[in-house]
């Protein structure tokens, strides 16, 4: 039976149905600024928990988080199940993927649309839902009327995490064959950068905001007080505000010498804060994350990445001799990218000793490009478009090369041949380096070196494999 005071407990239901394996922040959030509003808000995951359809039932507001396209699809075919059980209820989508996709969502499925910084329009909203008032006003988009992402600074709570599954459901770390339980936070949101593939740059044009120090030690404090000993910052770009990071890693080494963390920075920040580098292995980094994404000037430049391929490897030294991992995310398949520039990243990976810091599926990422993508205002985006496939929330395209196509199908095969199978990263790579030599006419050589490993003989990574 429904809910009938807004003011109750389940009147209010926020869903995840994905976010890279983490305990979902995009509810953990919202969750505070609702309950600091005098709201009883319920928090449903369903990559760990599944649609719960009592929960459903009682709703009168479902708040379904869409972080990245992954979650957006998820979350709108939850939401037409959402429609079958509770026609009543008012259905809202929030994050970057919500926003990209704003005009569809309220065509269909959604009721309300917020994007940006949108923990503070959901509280109106649900204020002015409560008082009986229209439900408008900045941030908030209606049908027939999207909204601009609201990108204003708003006062952080303490993330609420009380109502979320346990940590134990989500990703950990694996580090010297040992499983470690993981947390998931941010110092910031949004990024100074604006690479042009980035769903990030079109919502955020180039702005961040901080989150308090105070805030996120706070959080990472719970955090450890719940058994976590590894911390991912989810920051876009941990080193958007180099000052700030360094501060709270130092706080959080003095505090809890224990736990270790990973973040994720762009190639130009690694070179340009090079001295800070060592400073963050000193506090606990294992790992950073970066997007290097290719190899090849060319396509680099056409993403305007703000990198080249030297930097790359400028980058990568630096790190190592901090005593810190590179693992590097990729897109290696973009219309713009060969044959012979797809073999020269796997050889490069190879001759880097990178092998052990690349998941398998990284291999077969191909350029997604939603709608409102920042690269459809370059032509040589646009000469390679096939067309809108809204219900799929992404604008298509083909390779110039079909050799390409055919290549990505068979990537794609070995790597869910690898996750099927549980393949180790050096006989992933070896089914990976096959198909390349096949595609490209060459005869498959041996691999070029030993596998290079950490000292310990395991490779550092968090058990989910994607990383945006």
Known sequence: MRVESWDEPGAILLV???????QPLGLAWPAAFLERAGFKPECLDTSVEGLDPDRIRRARFVAIAAPMHTALRLGFRAASHIRRLNPGCRICFFGLYASLNAEYLLEHEADFVIGGEFEEPLVRLLETLRDGQPAD???IGTRGHPARPFLKRISFPVPSRQALPALSKYAALDHNGTRTLAGYVEASRGCLHTCLHCPITPIYGGRFFVVPQ?????DIGRLQAAGVR???????????????SLQIVKALHEQYPELTFDFTAKIEHLIRYRSLVPRFGD???LFIVSAVESLSDRVLANLEKGHT????????RIVREA????????????PWTTLEDYLDLVESIEDEGLVDCIDPIQYAVRLLVPPGSALLSRPYMQSALAGLNAGQFICEWNHPDPRMDRLHREISLAAERAAAESLDAWSAF???????YEACGREVPGMLHAPVRPPSGSAVRLTEPWFC
């Open 16 to 22: 995840s149905c994905y976010e890279l394996g983490h």
């Open 137 to 139: 006003g900045q941030g």
């Open 214 to 218: 105070e805030i996120v030690l706070e």
């Open 230 to 244: 590894h911390v991912t910052f989810g920051d876009p770009d941990f080193l958007n505000g180099p000052k700030h």
């Open 283 to 285: 506090c606990g980094c």
């Open 309 to 316: 391929r030297a930097d790359v490897f400028k980058a990568l």
């Open 323 to 334: 005593g810190i991992i590179l693992r590097p995310s990729l897109v290696p398949f973009t």
């Open 430 to 436: 070896a089914l990976i380096k096959e198909r390349v």
